[in-house]
C-alpha cells in the first residue's frame, strides 16, 4: 500500500514536471541582448493557451495568400530550432547575420521576432526607389552596374509563413539582384509557425 | 601586451556591435520614411469615407430645416458639415502631384475635377443660403436634385485616386485591395442610413414619392446586406466577416438600431414624434457604425 501511494506521488511529480513547455528537452529559452535589454526567447508557458490572433485563420484568399513551395531555387529552407540556433550566434561580435522581416510594415508592426529588421520586399524590388540606399547600407557594392554582395551579411528572411510570399518575393528580388543564393537563408515558417509554438514576439 | 590585445579585441566587438546596429538602425530609418508617404496617401481614404456620407447628410438635413424640424439647430448642422466637405475637397484638388497621378489612370480625370468643382461650388452656395432662409425652395430643389450626383462625383474621383496609389507590385496591390474593400464597406452603412433616411423625409413630403419610395426599398435591402455581409461575408461585396468580439458587439448593437430605423422608414405614415425618433437613431447610427470603421482599421484584420 505504502509503495502505491509513492508510486502514484512520484507521477503526480512527473505530471507537475511535464507542465514545463520547452523548445526542445534540452532548451528551456534563449537569452539575447537587443539593445540596452535583454529579452528571452521561450514558448508560452499556459498549456491552455489557444491562438485567437490572426494566426488562427484557415482560409485565406489565395491569391494574393497562396501556399508557398518548401525551397526557392537554391537558398536553404530553416525551421525554428535553426533559426534559434542563428539567433543566438548573432549576439557573437563577430557574426555577419541580419534577420530580416520581409513583411509590408502594416504586418510587421503586429509583431515580429526578436532581434529581426523590417525591409518589406516591395523595396527590394529592382525598381525601387529605396534600392540603392538600401544595398549600400547593407554593404553591397555596386561595380559597373552590377551589385556586389561579398561584403553583405547572411540574410535570414521570413514573412507571415507558408502562406504567405513576401519572403519568396524578397528572396527572388535579391537572387535576380545578383545576391549568391548561400547568403539568403529561408525560414519558411515564418510568423505562423512562430504563433503557433507560442515563442516570444517583440 | 595581454591588456592591449583584449582591448583591441574589445574594440573590434564593440565596433562591429555598433555597426550592426547602426545598419538595422539606418534600414528602420529608410523603411520609415517610406511609410510616412505611405500614410500620407492612405488620408485620401479618409476623406472618401467621410465625404461620401456627408453629401446624404446635407440632403437630409437640408429637407429637415425645410420641414422646420428644429431648424437652428440643423441649420448650424448643415453648415458645419458642408465646410469641412469643401475643406477636404479643397485639399485633395489642390494636390497637383495626385492629380498627375490619377490622370494616368483617366486622361479625362482633370476635366471631371472641373465639372465636379462647378456642381459643389452650387451646392455650397445652396447650403449656404439655406442655413439662412430654411423656405429658399429653389435652393432646396438643387441640393436634392443633385445630391446624388454629388456622391457619385465624389465616389469617382475618389475610386481614380485609390487606384492611382496602387502598387505596381501585384503581391502588395493584391493585399491592399483586400484591405480598401474592407475599409470602404464598412464605411458605406453611415452613408446609407443617411440616403435612406432623406429618402424617407422626401416621401414625407411628398416630393418624388414613387421614385424615392423605389430607391427606399433599395436602399434597405442593400443595407440589410451590407450588415449582414460587415458579420458573415460576402463574396458579392469582398467582404470576409469578422470574429473580432469588439466589432462584433458593435456591430449588433448597430444591428439592433438598424432595425428600429428600417421599421420606421417603411410606415406608411410617421408620426412627428416619430421621426424624431427616426432622426434620433440615424444619428446614434452613425456614432456606432463610427466605432466600427474605428474598430475595424484597428485591429488591421489581415
Known amino acids: 500500500m505504502k509503495s502505491r501511494v509513492i508510486i502514484s506521488l512520484i507521477l503526480l511529480g512527473n505530471i507537475l514536471v511535464a507542465g514545463d513547455v520547452k523548445i526542445t528537452e534540452d532548451l528551456k529559452s534563449v537569452v539575447i541582448q537587443e539593445g540596452d535589454s535583454s529579452i528571452t526567447i521561450e514558448r508560452i508557458q499556459d498549456t491552455k493557451h489557444r491562438l485567437t490572433s490572426n494566426f488562427s485563420k484557415t482560409s485565406r484568399e489565395c491569391p494574393p495568400f497562396c501556399v508557398q513551395p518548401m525551397h526557392i531555387g537554391d537558398v536553404e529552407t530553416i525551421g525554428e530550432l535553426e533559426l534559434l540556433k542563428y539567433i543566438q550566434d548573432m549576439q557573437k561580435d563577430d557574426a555577419d547575420m541580419l534577420l530580416i ?17 523590417n525591409l518589406p520586399f516591395t523595396m527590394l524590388k529592382k525598381n525601387s526607389k529605396y534600392l540603392k540606399k538600401i544595398l549600400s547600407l547593407l554593404g553591397a557594392k555596386n561595380i559597373n552596374g552590377k551589385w556586389n554582395f561579398d561584403k553583405v551579411p547572411t ?21 535576380e539582384l545578383g545576391c549568391p543564393e548561400d547568403k539568403i537563408l529561408y525560414y519558411r515558417g515564418g510568423m505562423q509557425n512562430w504563433n503557433i509554438l507560442g515563442l516570444t514576439i517583440k | 601586451m595581454l591588456i592591449k590585445k583584449i582591448t583591441i579585441l574589445l574594440l573590434v566587438g564593440l565596433s562591429s556591435i555598433y555597426a550592426k546596429s547602426d545598419l538595422m538602425s539606418g534600414l528602420t530609418d529608410i523603411v520609415d520614411k517610406a511609410e510616412e508617404v505611405k500614410t500620407e496617401n492612405k488620408k485620401v481614404l479618409d476623406y472618401a469615407f467621410k465625404q461620401r456620407m456627408r453629401t446624404q447628410w446635407m440632403a437630409r438635413d437640408a429637407l429637415l430645416i425645410s420641414m422646420d424640424f428644429n431648424s437652428s439647430f440643423y441649420q448650424k448642422e448643415l453648415l458645419a458639415n458642408a465646410d469641412a466637405f469643401n475643406e477636404n475637397f479643397n485639399n485633395l484638388i489642390n494636390s497637383k502631384e495626385d492629380i498627375k497621378k490619377a490622370e494616368k489612370i483617366d486622361s479625362n480625370f482633370s476635366k471631371k475635377i472641373e465639372d465636379v468643382k462647378e456642381i459643389w461650388s452650387k451646392f455650397y452656395d445652396s447650403v449656404k443660403n439655406i442655413s439662412k432662409n430654411g423656405k429658399d425652395k429653389d435652393s432646396l430643389k438643387f441640393i436634392e436634385d443633385n445630391n446624388i450626383k454629388l456622391l457619385d462625383d465624389i465616389a469617382y474621383i475618389f475610386t481614380n485616386f485609390i487606384q492611382s496609389y496602387q502598387s505596381t507590385d501585384k503581391l502588395e496591390a493584391s493585399m491592399a485591395h ?73 456591430l449588433s448593437n448597430s444591428q439592433k438600431i438598424w432595425e428600429e430605423v428600417k421599421a420606421l422608414s417603411l410606415k406608411k405614415k410617421i408620426t412627428k414624434d416619430e421621426l424624431q425618433t427616426l432622426i434620433l437613431k440615424n444619428e446614434e447610427f452613425i456614432k456606432v457604425q463610427t466605432e466600427v470603421v474605428k474598430l475595424t482599421r484597428e485591429s488591421n484584420d489581415n
Open chain 1, 101 to 117: 522581416d520581409a513583411r509590408t510594415r502594416d504586418w510587421s508592426k503586429e509583431g515580429s521576432i526578436p532581434t529581426s529588421t
Open chain 1, 155 to 175: 540574410m535570414i528572411i521570413f514573412s507571415n509563413g507558408i502562406w504567405d510570399a513576401q519572403a519568396t518575393k524578397a528572396i527572388k528580388s535579391l537572387v
Open chain 2, 178 to 250: 483586400i484591405k480598401s474593400m474592407l475599409y470602404t464597406q464598412v464605411g458605406k452603412p453611415r452613408m446609407y442610413i443617411n440616403k435612406l433616411v432623406k429618402e424617407r423625409l422626401l416621401i414625407e413630403q411628398n416630393i418624388n414619392k414613387k421614385e424615392n419610395q423605389d430607391s427606399l426599398e433599395e436602399s434597405i435591402k442593400y443595407m440589410d446586406k451590407l450588415m449582414k455581409a460587415l458579420k458573415d461575408g460576402d463574396k458579392d461585396l469582398e467582404l470576409n466577416g469578422t470574429e473580432d468580439i469588439k466589432i462584433l458587439e458593435k
